[in-house]
């Protein structure tokens, strides 16, 4: 997230820091003193006197002097820290931040560098709050600066958070360490003692002591692009990326890029995706290596969005920081719909205008549930904190903005953007500051008309010619939003506009007109339901003149009708039949987005004991698509959206056992196999023939073996997913241990690797009670608010869908109340489920009778 960060350091080649604000508040607690963390200094009779999660605002930290000084030989680290402060009323305390440290001294001087106090002070600890108290005797006046100096020391942390070490290996197998940090959200405090939250911003000098061996990177000066150097070469793509998006963001936001220089280094064990710090972006290997050889154009696109996203961050986050992570959104849906504006402005053949579609189709899913939440929600605990990096303030906060994008026009959402970074900048915001930022004042006409402004005031509607219902899935929690509405009919080109103010209201559409479809190209963010045989009209619209229609408007009618269905609010068979157009359709993202839907259910079906559907339903797929699966060729020619559809529609081909797949398939392995690494697979099918390969025992131990050497990121995990891919019980489980154990398989990966099994038929249960047995490792691992753990618990229960399958979720979630009652993810998870079954009672027989009609 943001301000100045910390560094990395490394044994003989790499480093990185990243440092960070954070937040607490609420609760009182006595001031107990916890084993590895009791301050040998006297303390008396003395009480914490902050009862609070967050820190009392009475001061304000100005300037950090820091001193870091790893071991790598020992793993662990000691350091100092002088704080300039600023108090603002008379005190004798001073409370900040600290996990995990051990604090050997602290004394407070005046701005003349005089001590305070002859002793050293008395240091107390609230665990519980992750703060310490530091006793003056002397009070500390209102209106006057000082100096706090700590001295502290601590192991370097396992797992993910803080000072934590690293290895990689070379080429020549020898195993190296690094220190890394990561501090996002609220884990600054256990590299040093700091405020450690956002509002408190502050600059940072920062000192490594290290052995001349070594090289240490922070915020500041040494440039370039660091990586482990046998994966030198593949960081040249990374480079030409990050050099063409901070030249597009100088210019859109219209403010220089304030740092002198900006690295990026690739971290190996590393949780998340990437994190901003500001002038050090760090990265996970596989989201800023490119290899030629092994990536595919998947991977090229991931690489190319995630260094826009970063990079968004130095502006948005950095430069501008949202006040408290209530608003995290400001700067993480920001930087989610940043990274398609830069994309398409730097890498137009790269399309990602087609992957927005999926980003707002899964915030809509998420949202339909009763657990989702408001953009912007109150968060307290560090747990609470790490939950609101999620679905809703990364995807539904970039689809709101491109809602409102569209509302205002590209020319006044960008000058709002730029108002709010200039008037912010080195600077906290909230949310109100982005929408006062934005708005504008006109009149409704402007707004209908296609011009850009906003207007509170709506003349009602009262002529009604077609009836919609508009589900909006922004009126959450009784709160009512305006919706801008458009739509486009038969009769012209023209895109349609009416701001909606109520929950019901009406528009005059004419009586000339065959068809209406709303919400043109999904540029807001609602669902529309087409009654009174609507869906008809559509379903024979896409089959007559699909063309008249854009492919995103299509795409968006696809997921419209099976949200619906999800919804109870349309029969499944409408909505397949509203897809049977698709042997026409020559565009991938609405065939990708039909295909998607069917692929979903045959592998929920899969998991059931529903074999003769199962069978027909995937019988069903094959011969329906069978001219587009044999359009296929296994190479990586083409289109980025051609590619994109060859590796989805032949690994679906695969994983159906259609024949002449599975034939090209082995054979394409044998020849990787024989040619004893030598020969380069196509890398848009690549996993696929891995996952044919790994269905015999020689092939899945070629492959992990092969897993275990290989220096590509991309390459290791398209293997890893096909090693999860065998119907062998046995081999899934011990993948499983292997990435419990995070050797072979780094515990990075664990996660996604939990994932990839409870997506196999054989490791659907298997994966569930991996998690139930090693529920406490995990969440040492991981911590307990964390994105990873948030996915194994929602990822695993997915596609349970009996009554059996829920009640040993409860049964489990009850068993871990204390701290499922913490997790938002417990309640998404419970509430799939309850939306699965529901799905397979109001579905399966109307998908059963509607199969055995095609299959006459």
């Given at each position: 997230m943001v301000l100045v960060r910390l560094l990395v350091l490394s044994l003989f080649h790499m480093s990185l820091v990243g440092s960070q604000p954070t937040q607490s508040q609420q609760q009182a607690s006595s001031p107990t003193h916890p084993s590895g963390e009791q301050s040998p200094l006297g303390t008396g009779n003395l009480s914490f006197p902050w009862s609070r999660l967050r820190l009392p605002r009475y001061i304000i930290p100005l300037h950090y002097h820091l001193l870091l000084h790893p071991n790598l030989t020992s793993l662990s680290f000691t350091g100092s820290v002088q704080i300039q402060i600023d108090v603002q009323n008379n005190t004798n305390w001073v409370v900040l931040h600290s996990k995990g440290l051990q604090i050997s001294k602290a004394t407070i001087l005046d701005q003349n560098l005089a001590h305070l106090s002859d002793q050293v002070l008395p240091v107390l600890h609230n665990p519980s709050h992750e703060q310490i108290g530091i006793f003056s005797p002397r009070v500390l006046s209102n209106g006057q600066k000082y100096f706090l100096y700590i001295e502290f020391g601590a192991k370097l942390a396992e797992g993910f958070y803080g000072f934590y070490k690293s290895t990689y290996r070379t080429s020549t197998g020898e195993t190296r360490t690094l220190a890394s940090t990561h501090f996002e959200p609220t884990s600054a405090r256990m590299a040093f003692p700091c405020f450690d939250e956002p509002g408190f911003k502050a600059n940072f000098s920062i000192r490594i002591r290290r052995s001349p061996e070594y090289i240490s990177l922070s915020n500041?000066?040494?440039?370039?692009?660091?990586?482990?150097?046998?994966?030198?070469?593949?960081?040249?793509?990374?480079?030409?990326?990050?050099?063409?998006?901070?030249?597009?963001?100088?210019?859109?936001?219209?403010?220089?890029?304030?740092?002198?220089?900006?690295?990026?280094?690739?971290?190996?064990?590393?949780?998340?995706?990437?994190?901003?710090?500001?002038?050090?972006?760090?990265?996970?290997?596989?989201?800023?290596?490119?290899?030629?050889?092994?990536?595919?154009?998947?991977?090229?696109?991931?690489?190319?969005?995630?260094?826009?996203?970063?990079?968004?961050?130095?502006?948005?986050?950095?430069?501008?920081?949202?006040?408290?992570?209530?608003?995290?959104?400001?700067?993480?849906?920001?930087?989610?719909?940043?990274?398609?504006?830069?994309?398409?402005?730097?890498?137009?053949?790269?399309?990602?205008?087609?992957?927005?579609?999926?980003?707002?189709?899964?915030?809509?899913?998420?949202?339909?549930?009763?657990?989702?939440?408001?953009?912007?929600?109150?968060?307290?605990?560090?747990?609470?904190?790490?939950?609101?990096?999620?679905?809703?303030?990364?995807?539904?906060?970039?689809?709101?903005?491109?809602?409102?994008?569209?509302?205002?026009?590209?020319?006044?959402?960008?000058?709002?953007?730029?108002?709010?970074?200039?008037?912010?900048?080195?600077?906290?915001?909230?949310?109100?500051?982005?929408?006062?930022?934005?708005?504008?004042?006109?009149?409704?006409?402007?707004?209908?008309?296609?011009?850009?402004?906003?207007?509170?005031?709506?003349?009602?509607?009262?002529?009604?010619?077609?009836?919609?219902?508009?589900?909006?899935?922004?009126?959450?929690?009784?709160?009512?939003?305006?919706?801008?509405?458009?739509?486009?009919?038969?009769?012209?080109?023209?895109?349609?506009?009416?701001?909606?103010?109520?929950?019901?209201?009406?528009?005059?559409?004419?009586?000339?007109?065959?068809?209406?479809?709303?919400?043109?190209?999904?540029?807001?963010?609602?669902?529309?339901?087409?009654?009174?045989?609507?869906?008809?009209?559509?379903?024979?619209?896409?089959?007559?003149?699909?063309?008249?229609?854009?492919?995103?408007?299509?795409?968006?009618?696809?997921?419209?009708?099976?949200?619906?269905?999800?919804?109870?609010?349309?029969?499944?068979?409408?909505?397949?039949?509203?897809?049977?157009?698709?042997?026409?359709?020559?565009?991938?993202?609405?065939?990708?987005?039909?295909?998607?839907?069917?692929?979903?259910?045959?592998?929920?079906?899969?998991?059931?004991?529903?074999?003769?559907?199962?069978?027909?339903?995937?019988?069903?797929?094959?011969?329906?698509?069978?001219?587009?699966?044999?359009?296929?060729?296994?190479?990586?020619?083409?289109?980025?959206?051609?590619?994109?559809?060859?590796?989805?529609?032949?690994?679906?081909?695969?994983?159906?056992?259609?024949?002449?797949?599975?034939?090209?398939?082995?054979?394409?392995?044998?020849?990787?196999?024989?040619?004893?690494?030598?020969?380069?697979?196509?890398?848009?099918?690549?996993?696929?023939?891995?996952?044919?390969?790994?269905?015999?025992?020689?092939?899945?131990?070629?492959?992990?073996?092969?897993?275990?050497?290989?220096?590509?990121?991309?390459?290791?995990?398209?293997?890893?997913?096909a090693l999860t891919c065998s119907r062998d019980a046995n081999k899934l489980q011990r993948l499983l241990e292997l990435g419990l154990e995070g050797k072979v398989i780094r515990s990075q990966d664990l996660s996604s690797l939990i994932l990839m099994v409870a997506r196999n038929p054989q490791g659907h249960h298997l994966a569930w009670n991996f998690v139930k047995k090693n529920w406490d490792t995990l969440v040492e691992k991981f911590q307990l608010g964390s994105f990873c753990i948030r996915n194994i618990i929602i990822g695993t229960t997915g596609q349970f869908s009996s009554p059996e399958e829920l009640a040993d979720v409860q049964l489990f979630f009850e068993s871990i109340k204390e701290q499922a009652s913490q997790l938002r993810a417990t309640q998404v998870a419970l509430d799939n489920m309850q939306k699965n079954l529901r799905w397979f009672q109001r579905n399966l027989e109307t998908l059963r009778n509607w199969l055995n009609k095609q299959m006459q």
């Amino acid at each position: 997230m943001v301000l100045v960060r910390l560094l990395v350091l490394s044994l003989f080649h790499m480093s990185l820091v990243g440092s960070q604000p954070t937040q607490s508040q609420q609760q009182a607690s006595s001031p107990t003193h916890p084993s590895g963390e009791q301050s040998p200094l006297g303390t008396g009779n003395l009480s914490f006197p902050w009862s609070r999660l967050r820190l009392p605002r009475y001061i304000i930290p100005l300037h950090y002097h820091l001193l870091l000084h790893p071991n790598l030989t020992s793993l662990s680290f000691t350091g100092s820290v002088q704080i300039q402060i600023d108090v603002q009323n008379n005190t004798n305390w001073v409370v900040l931040h600290s996990k995990g440290l051990q604090i050997s001294k602290a004394t407070i001087l005046d701005q003349n560098l005089a001590h305070l106090s002859d002793q050293v002070l008395p240091v107390l600890h609230n665990p519980s709050h992750e703060q310490i108290g530091i006793f003056s005797p002397r009070v500390l006046s209102n209106g006057q600066k000082y100096f706090l100096y700590i001295e502290f020391g601590a192991k370097l942390a396992e797992g993910f958070y803080g000072f934590y070490k690293s290895t990689y290996r070379t080429s020549t197998g020898e195993t190296r360490t690094l220190a890394s940090t990561h501090f996002e959200p609220t884990s600054a405090r256990m590299a040093f003692p700091c405020f450690d939250e956002p509002g408190f911003k502050a600059n940072f000098s920062i000192r490594i002591r290290r052995s001349p061996e070594y090289i240490s990177l922070s915020n500041m000066p040494v440039v370039s692009i660091y990586a482990a150097p046998e994966k030198w070469q593949q960081t040249r793509y990374a480079l030409e990326v990050a050099v063409k998006m901070l030249d597009f963001y100088e210019e859109y936001f219209n403010i220089h890029y304030p740092l002198p220089k900006q690295d990026l280094i690739a971290i190996p064990d590393f949780q998340s995706g990437a994190m901003e710090n500001w002038g050090l972006t760090t990265y996970r290997e596989t989201s800023l290596l490119f290899d030629p050889l092994t990536s595919s154009i998947s991977d090229q696109l991931w690489v190319t969005m995630v260094i826009g996203h970063e990079l968004a961050h130095q502006w948005f986050g950095n430069l501008v920081t949202m006040e408290w992570w209530n608003d995290i959104w400001l700067n993480e849906g920001f930087a989610r719909y940043m990274e398609y504006i830069s994309v398409e402005a730097t890498y137009p053949d790269l399309k990602v205008e087609e992957y927005l579609l999926h980003t707002c189709f899964a915030a809509v899913g998420h949202d339909s549930l009763n657990s989702s939440r408001p953009i912007s929600s109150p968060a307290e605990n560090p747990t609470q904190i790490k939950q609101m990096f999620d679905t809703v303030s990364y995807d539904k906060g970039a689809c709101v903005l491109h809602m409102l994008r569209h509302f205002l026009s590209d020319d006044v959402f960008q000058s709002g953007i730029v108002r709010y970074l200039r008037k912010y900048s080195y600077r906290n915001a909230h949310n109100q500051d982005l929408w006062d930022s934005l708005a504008n004042t006109c009149s409704e006409e402007d707004f209908i008309s296609g011009k850009h402004c906003y207007s509170s005031s709506q003349a009602s509607k009262n002529a009604v010619s077609k009836h919609l219902n508009i589900n909006s899935y922004l009126l959450q929690y009784l709160f009512l939003w305006h919706i801008p509405l458009t739509y486009k009919t038969d009769a012209s080109s023209t895109i349609h506009r009416h701001l909606m103010t109520t929950h019901t209201d009406s528009i005059h559409i004419g009586e000339e007109v065959n068809w209406v479809k709303v919400n043109t190209d999904m540029t807001g963010y609602y669902v529309v339901h087409y009654e009174d045989g609507g869906w008809d009209e559509m379903t024979k619209l896409l089959l007559e003149n699909h063309t008249a229609l854009s492919y995103k408007d299509r795409t968006h009618l696809i997921h419209n009708a099976f949200q619906l269905v999800t919804a109870g609010h349309l029969s499944l068979d409408k909505a397949l039949d509203l897809i049977g157009y698709l042997q026409l359709e020559t565009h991938t993202v609405p065939l990708l987005q039909g295909l998607g839907y069917l692929e979903a259910f045959y592998r929920m079906i899969e998991k059931r004991n529903e074999f003769d559907l199962t069978r027909n339903l995937g019988t069903y797929i094959l011969r329906f698509f069978r001219a587009v699966i044999n359009q296929q060729t296994w190479s990586d020619s083409g289109s980025v959206s051609e590619r994109r559809l060859r590796s989805d529609v032949l690994s679906l081909a695969c994983h159906l056992d259609d024949p002449p797949c599975l034939d090209r398939a082995r054979q394409s392995f044998k020849d990787w196999l024989q040619s004893n690494g030598t020969l380069n697979l196509p890398t848009d099918v690549a996993e696929t023939v891995y996952s044919v390969g790994a269905q015999d025992d020689h092939g899945w131990a070629s492959l992990l073996h092969t897993y275990n050497i290989s220096l590509s990121a991309a390459q290791k995990n398209k293997i890893l997913f096909a090693l999860t891919c065998s119907r062998d019980a046995n081999k899934l489980q011990r993948l499983l241990e292997l990435g419990l154990e995070g050797k072979v398989i780094r515990s990075q990966d664990l996660s996604s690797l939990i994932l990839m099994v409870a997506r196999n038929p054989q490791g659907h249960h298997l994966a569930w009670n991996f998690v139930k047995k090693n529920w406490d490792t995990l969440v040492e691992k991981f911590q307990l608010g964390s994105f990873c753990i948030r996915n194994i618990i929602i990822g695993t229960t997915g596609q349970f869908s009996s009554p059996e399958e829920l009640a040993d979720v409860q049964l489990f979630f009850e068993s871990i109340k204390e701290q499922a009652s913490q997790l938002r993810a417990t309640q998404v998870a419970l509430d799939n489920m309850q939306k699965n079954l529901r799905w397979f009672q109001r579905n399966l027989e109307t998908l059963r009778n509607w199969l055995n009609k095609q299959m006459q």
